[in-house]
């Protein structure tokens, strides 16, 4: 049974950029045809999309982050990674990776990702 977990810093300081990354195992992130996912709650909040990596290395972005966000991975340690430049209070969250067999543009369901990490906090203040 595959397994995520996220890890990076808890604060993060305005105009700095949020670095987490996703150690996943049970499972590689090249097995075809899966999708590696960041999504978020901010406070009182709905889970929000931020973007995916594929099994080959594809990406995808929402597009109101596409400027701040961007996503990678590291095959040999089986772990994709999420960069958000000049982050804001509003990128106040908790941030989960998740694995889906298909794009989830849209997170209507938790149970649309087949997999999640267990979600990191993540504050931005001064």
């Known amino acids: 049974q595959v397994q995520l977990q996220e890890s990076g810093p808890g604060l993060v300081k305005p105009s700095q950029t949020l670095v987490l990354t996703c150690t996943v195992s049970?499972?590689?992130?090249?097995?075809?045809?899966?999708?590696w996912s960041w999504i978020r709650q901010p406070p009182g909040k709905g889970l929000e999309w931020m973007g995916a990596i594929t099994w080959s290395g594809s990406v995808y972005y929402n597009p109101p982050l596409k400027k701040r966000a961007s996503i990678s991975r590291d095959t040999s340690k089986n772990q994709f990674t999420l960069q958000l430049t000049s982050v804001t209070p509003e990128d106040t969250a908790v941030y989960y990776c998740?694995?889906?067999?298909?794009?989830?543009?849209?997170?209507?369901?938790?149970?649309?990702?087949?997999?999640w990490g267990q979600g990191t906090q993540v504050i931005v203040s001064s």
């Open positions: 049970g499972g590689s992130i090249t097995t075809s045809t899966y999708y």
């Open positions: 998740a694995r889906a067999p298909k794009l989830i543009a849209r997170v209507t369901s938790k149970a649309d990702f087949d997999s």
